[in-house]
């Protein structure tokens, strides 16, 4: 045993309960010399597979690759999670370095051409092999991603695929770290969280002041400087379009759709065409109530006549209809919602659903002081995995929620592992003396990103490459979004929704307002998310840039604001081919869009409302049966939850539903 085995606690499994990664022995010294031995590991094992002088077989190839790579995992699970939840100058620094090595390992792997030839031996007779469905999805998987990685290219391709592969690794992650620190900036200067920018905006009656946030937060990455990330989307767009064209395909939404169950951009584009319609004109009529109430300020004096809805506008004044209209005010609401309590009402839902038990940890690994750790079990009393919470707001942490894995669940060896899942937000902090009280938004996004951890942690399959949520990017948010449905059901209010003081249930009156209000705004709400994943299409649709991926262009389009970018212009001209209004912007404009440049859903944004209509169908169905039917919520288990991606998506969905999803869904749910 060498000196750097003995001091380094990614070489070897993880001594502590349940297997949680032991954070308090990881350094950041460790983390480097930890890639390195894990890709030498990874290595040896692939040269053993091509070695074998055996016939290939399912076990000595595809079986002995799911099971290389256990250093690997470690050190990767716990450098990623912590590069987007303590995003530290020393870890973004780790990140830089471990990038292009894990680029290059990727690529020697999979455009090995010895190695492929036992794959794709395999793949041409995998009807005769006798395999179960999951074994196909995994062999299907893995023959994908030599071909994708473009091991049939010529010697000079390759090369030029391995080029590119190693940029757009480092161009994302450098665009992670652009918008952090513009993020970061925006907090600074108003005193706001990027988080908490949608409520305050609510609740600012100084119009000026209102201006300057929205300004400043839809300008991020377009203010010049050190933080601009035109300059970044230009490259990443040349990039993948030329890595699409290598691999045959006219455009990157194409390749990126292929192995979607969308299936190709067209069927996308299509799709969000009509969701964009009748949101639109939705949003046109909640202009008009706006308008009303801004034209009482202009009455009062508070306004100067002919003031209009302004982009700037949208949330106060929404704020302002929805009291007059509903009564309901969020200040009214956010005591019911305590976030320990909330949580527990989370945990609750989990348990009347599918059997499942939540048991505080204590003295577990943490990696910080805001992370809390449950032992979650079955309701035969064997253990589901492991569920880590860390849900509030730092200056080291990315925006957003998300759910991640910092151990897969697998079999390995005949022993399963189970997964340990970690739950990450950015709600609003405790302050002032007063608990974390939650707006009904956080509510919805907590009970989301918990739908995505039951998905990890029920999974009940044998291979890493499709367990939890190792689906398709158009289904992995069906598990999530249909754990919305349940968030403001009168029934599960009663049981979570109680006065953080008081103690008090939710009263019958507030509920019925939370309930009325429920499709309120929904013309808004649609009209940004489908506009942001227009957008995303109309970038990955792309076939050529203007200056071929150059920046010494007449577009300018690296330069801040010594004139109108092309990134400046084509999204201007998507919004208005979209029909976008001007008092909406997409949900995320092109130089903040980080799911799309930064975060793994390029070309696959639609995936949220494309999953909603597989999510909404689906709770129609239990709204048929009863929200707690034991019937349905066990085949949603058993076929949704449990299966990750060992079989086609819409062929899961098929067994649980009975029938193909109903498209109009989720213009019904959202009213429109």
């Known amino acids: 045993m060498t000196a750097v085995s003995c001091t380094n606690p990614f070489l070897a499994s993880w001594d502590t309960p349940y297997g949680i990664p032991d954070f308090s022995k990881v350094k950041e010294k460790h983390y480097i010399p930890a890639v390195k031995a894990g890709i030498e590991q990874q290595q040896a094992e692939i040269d053993a597979i091509i070695a074998d002088a055996d016939a290939p077989t399912f076990a000595n190839v595809v079986e002995a690759y799911e099971a290389s790579g256990a250093i690997l995992d470690r050190v990767v699970g716990v450098l990623f999670n912590l590069s987007e939840t303590d995003s530290t ?9 471990v990038l292009p090595m894990l680029s290059e390992h990727g690529d020697n792997i999979f455009m090995n051409a010895a190695f492929f ?41 390759q090369a030029r695929m391995r080029e590119i592969n190693m940029e757009l690794s480092s161009l994302s992650n450098t665009f992670g770290n652009r918008l952090l620190a513009e993020n970061n900036v925006f907090a600074a200067e108003f005193g706001v969280a990027i988080s908490e920018y949608a409520g305050t905006m609510g609740v ?39 890595k699409a064209k290598l691999l045959g395909y006219e455009n990157p939404a194409q390749m990126i759709l292929s192995d979607k ?165 950015n709600f609003s902090k405790p302050v002032d003396g007063k608990p974390s009280l939650l707006t009904l938004d956080e509510v ?52 979570y929704a109680r006065h953080y003081e008081t103690g008090e249930v939710i009263p019958a009156d507030l509920v019925a307002k939370i309930e009325a209000a429920g499709n309120f705004n929904q013309g808004f709400m649609t009209t940004e998310l489908a506009a942001a994943a227009i957008l995303d299409m109309k970038w990955h649709e792309l076939e050529a840039l203007p200056c071929g991926g150059e920046h010494k262009c007449k577009y300018n389009c690296h330069v801040g604001k010594t004139g109108e970018s092309f990134v400046e212009q084509f999204e201007a001209e998507a919004c208005r081919q979209m029909g976008l ?84 869904a989720l213009l019904r749910a959202r009213g429109l």
């Open 89 to 97: 100058p020393a870890l973004q620094e780790i990140v830089g370095q």
């Open 581 to 664: 209004i001007d008092q909406i912007i997409p949900r995320y404009r092109s130089t903040y869009f980080a799911h799309i440049f930064s975060g793994g859903y390029n070309a696959g944004y639609y995936s949220y409302l494309w999953a909603e209509v597989l999510d909404k169908d689906a709770f129609e169905l239990f709204m048929q049966k009863g929200i707690f039917d034991e019937q349905t919520a066990m085949s949603f288990r058993a076929n949704i939850l449990e299966k990750g991606g060992s079989d086609e998506a819409m062929d899961l969905y098929r067994r649980f539903r009975g029938a193909d999803p109903d498209p109009k």
């Open 204 to 242: 600012t009656a100084d119009r000026d002041l209102r201006e300057r946030m929205f300004k400043a937060y839809s300008s991020r990455g377009n203010n010049g400087g050190e933080n601009d990330t035109k300059e970044l989307i230009m490259k990443m767009m040349a990039l993948r379009i030329e």
């Open 444 to 495: 919805g996004t907590m009970f989301h990103e918990f739908g995505h951890a039951l998905h990890g942690l029920l999974s009940q399959c044998t291979y890493k490459s499709v367990s939890g949520t190792s689906v398709p990017r158009d289904f992995v948010e069906l598990p999530s979004q249909i754990m919305e449905n349940w968030a403001f059901q009168p029934e599960v209010l009663a049981m």
């Open 261 to 425: 169950m969308a299936g190709n951009p067209e069927a996308v584009d299509s799709f969000l065409e009509g969701i964009m319609a009748a949101a639109v004109a939705r949003a046109k009529d909640e202009i008009v109530d706006m308008q009303a109430v801004m034209n009482e300020d202009i009455a009062a004096g508070v306004l100067p006549a002919g003031s209009v809805i302004e982009p700037w506008d949208w949330a106060y004044y929404a704020e302002r209809v929805r009291k007059a209209k509903f009564a309901l005010d969020e200040e009214q609401t956010k005591p019911y919602f305590q976030m320990e309590n909330v949580r527990a009402g989370v945990f609750e839902v989990a348990g009347k659903l599918f059997g499942l038990s939540f048991e505080k940890l204590s003295d577990i690994p943490s990696y910080h002081p805001d992370m809390e750790g449950f032992k979650v079990v079955d309701a035969d009393g064997s253990l589901i995995g492991i569920l880590l919470t860390d849900y509030f707001p730092r200056e080291t942490k990315r925006g957003g929620a998300w759910m991640n894995n910092f151990v897969n669940q697998e079999i390995v060896g005949g022993v399963e592992v189970r997964p340990v899942i970690v739950n990450v937000g």
């Open 117 to 157: 030839a036992k794959v794709d031996a395999l793949y041409g007779q995998m009807d005769a092999l006798g395999l179960t469905q999951e074994q196909k999805m995994v062999l299907e998987k893995l023959h994908r991603s030599f071909v994708q990685n473009g091991v049939a290219l010529d010697e000079a391709s």
